[in-house]
């Protein structure tokens, strides 16, 4: 959507940030251009009939790297998809996968559509004959592209596309590893729906670990009682928000949908305004908040931080002067353009980028393919094992001592790892080791200042790494 990027398109909005890493690297030019080239992209166009009539769809499914395998990354149902924000989505996924470690290349794909115009019946049916032209095409299957989830998709549509792909390979012993972000019945893991918020927060914990990161950025210590705004409530900004209220004392204190703004200087209830929003659909009238109807206005608020979690190109060169938090962490793939990147970073308000702050969902994506794979539920070997171990522990323990452990300890002593433990386990240590990672590279050259930057050439330097180990052909 090139207007919203003050005439850059999203793709070369994504490309001027690398380039702009690239400076700072001693990289040879062909070897970076390989790296930014998009290997491969389709354009589907299909009939489906609908109430009576035939209507053409048209998707995308773009590949940027195949240098891992499978490529990975979600599919989104929006009615103003295009081949370029494919293209600039997929190339981020590369980034993404290499800053945290993931080892698949990069994917993206897109239908032009609105999802609230369908019913459900209608939905399954067009995503079906998506999914059949993905598959028919090589651009979805469990060894070289998997899907997941994004805006205007989530499980329900994740286990419909399984669903199609295991009937045209049913010999395909792992067909459940062609999307991910299933419902968990239908192969999906514990976990994965909260995942990009869950590890938006993780992200921000691993910040607040750093005293001199939280100064720089002008802000005090501690992530408790910071003033927090989020822009978009479905499933990023919505879980994202939830976690941090209930579990970091966040202050909630401004919601942003794509009718209007929901303000409470003294905090919103997080979960109550979701029900809220569910049963009517915005927060108009709501009781706890004030509501105005000119959202992006509200991205301007004086705030701590600001959580852009709805769409790309939402703070560009026309707001960047006027934003007021101290600290942007995108949630959003691509919420702040390369000219609004700019203005902030002279400004000193710190951006912790996308391709390591949102990346909780891929990370987690990961563990579902690998668990769909193994054929087996994370913890179903070890769980009663460690169980009985940990009881062992504490009966050692009292008999040693000759008292008795409090029984809160003693639970979480002998209690075995549950799948959702393991899993946000894994997510937490992938999103503190990225960020170090991060960090370690912007501090050990001069020439970076900015997170984006280090974080852009920490993924550029691995996936460089591996065309030059197994050369280019
Ligand atoms: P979603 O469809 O669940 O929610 C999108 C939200 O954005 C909705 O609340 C909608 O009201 C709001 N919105 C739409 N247009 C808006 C506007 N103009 N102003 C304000 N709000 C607006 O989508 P999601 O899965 O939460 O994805 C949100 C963003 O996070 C996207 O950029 C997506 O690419 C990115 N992301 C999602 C995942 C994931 O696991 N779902 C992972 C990584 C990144």
């Known amino acids: 959507m090139a207007d919203h990027h003050n005439g850059l398109s999203f793709l070369e909005s994504v490309d001027h940030m690398v380039d702009r890493a690239l400076l700072s690297m001693d990289l040879a030019p062909d070897v970076a251009e390989a790296i930014k080239a998009c290997n491969a992209v389709i354009q589907v166009k299909f009939p489906v009939k609908i109430r009576g009539k035939v209507q053409i769809f048209s998707g995308w499914r773009a590949v940027h790297s195949t240098h891992r395998l499978p490529a990975k990354g979600g599919i989104r149902f929006a009615p103003c998809v295009d081949q370029n924000e494919v293209e600039a989505l997929a190339a981020l996924m590369t980034y993404k996968c290499a800053i945290v470690d993931v080892p698949f290349g990069g994917s993206k794909g897109g239908l032009m559509?609105?999802?609230?115009?369908?019913?459900?019946?209608?939905?399954?049916?067009?995503?079906?004959?998506?999914?059949?032209?993905?598959?028919?095409?090589?651009?979805?299957?469990?060894?070289?592209?998997?899907?997941?989830?994004?805006?205007?998709?989530?499980?329900?549509?994740?286990?419909?596309?399984?669903?199609?792909?295991?009937?045209?390979?049913?010999?395909?012993?792992?067909?459940?590893?062609?999307?991910?972000?299933?419902?968990?019945?239908?192969?999906?893991?514990?976990?994965?729906?909260?995942?990009?918020?869950?590890?938006?927060?993780?992200?921000?914990?691993?910040?607040?670990?750093?005293?001199?990161?939280?100064?720089a950025a002008g802000m005090e210590p501690d992530l408790a009682g910071k003033r927090v705004v989020v822009q978009g409530f479905g499933n990023v900004g919505y879980h994202a928000a939830k976690f941090l209220q209930e579990e970091n004392d966040c202050r909630i204190i401004g919601v942003i949908d794509r009718h209007g703004m929901l303000h409470n200087a003294a905090g919103i209830d997080v979960e109550v305004a979701y029900r809220y929003r569910v049963e009517h659909r915005s927060f108009k009238d709501f009781a706890g908040g004030e509501y105005t109807e000119n959202g992006a206005k509200g991205l301007e608020s004086e705030c701590d931080i600001l959580i852009p979690a709805a769409l790309e190109g939402q703070i560009s060169a026309d707001n960047a002067a006027?934003?007021?938090?101290?600290?942007?962490?995108?949630?959003?793939?691509?919420?702040?353009?390369?000219?609004?990147?700019?203005?902030?970073?002279?400004?000193?308000?710190?951006?912790?980028?996308?391709?390591?702050?949102?990346?909780?969902?891929?990370?987690?994506?990961?563990?579902?393919?690998?668990?769909?794979?193994?054929?087996?539920?994370?913890?179903r070997m070890q769980r009663r094992f460690d169980e009985v171990r940990g009881h062992y522990q504490i009966e050692a323990l009292e008999s040693l001592t000759g008292k008795v452990l409090p029984q809160a300890l003693k639970d979480k002593i002998d209690a075995g790892a549950s799948e959702l433990d393991l899993v946000r386990s894994g997510l937490d240590d992938s999103m503190r080791q990225a960020f170090q990672g991060i960090l370690e590279v912007r501090n050990g050259n001069e020439k970076i200042t900015d997170l984006r930057t280090a974080a852009y050439v920490t993924a550029i330097r691995k996936i460089a790494r591996s065309y030059l180990d197994v050369g280019i052909y």
């Not at 899907?147 to 012993?173: F, V």
């Not at 702040?336 to 203005?343: H, L, N, R, Y």
Request: glycine share 8%.
């Open 113 to 215: 559509i609105d999802p609230r115009q369908y019913d459900r019946d209608e939905m399954q049916l067009i995503t079906r004959r998506f999914t059949l032209e993905l598959v028919r095409k090589g651009f979805l299957n469990p060894a070289t592209n998997v899907p997941a989830p994004d805006m205007g998709t989530g499980q329900r549509e994740m286990a419909w596309m399984a669903d199609t792909y295991k009937h045209l390979n049913p010999d395909d012993i792992n067909y459940t590893a062609c999307v991910t972000g299933k419902p968990v019945e239908h192969g999906g893991i514990q976990g994965r729906t909260e995942a990009t918020g869950r590890g938006l927060q993780y992200a921000l914990q691993e910040f607040f670990r750093h005293p001199d990161e939280v100064k």
């Open 322 to 379: 006027r934003i007021q938090a101290r600290l942007i962490i995108e949630a959003a793939n691509g919420p702040v353009t390369f000219e609004a990147d700019q203005i902030l970073n002279k400004r000193g308000v710190v951006i912790i980028p996308d391709a390591y702050a949102n990346a909780g969902g891929v990370i987690v994506s990961y563990f579902e393919w690998i668990r769909n794979l193994s054929h087996i539920r994370f913890g």
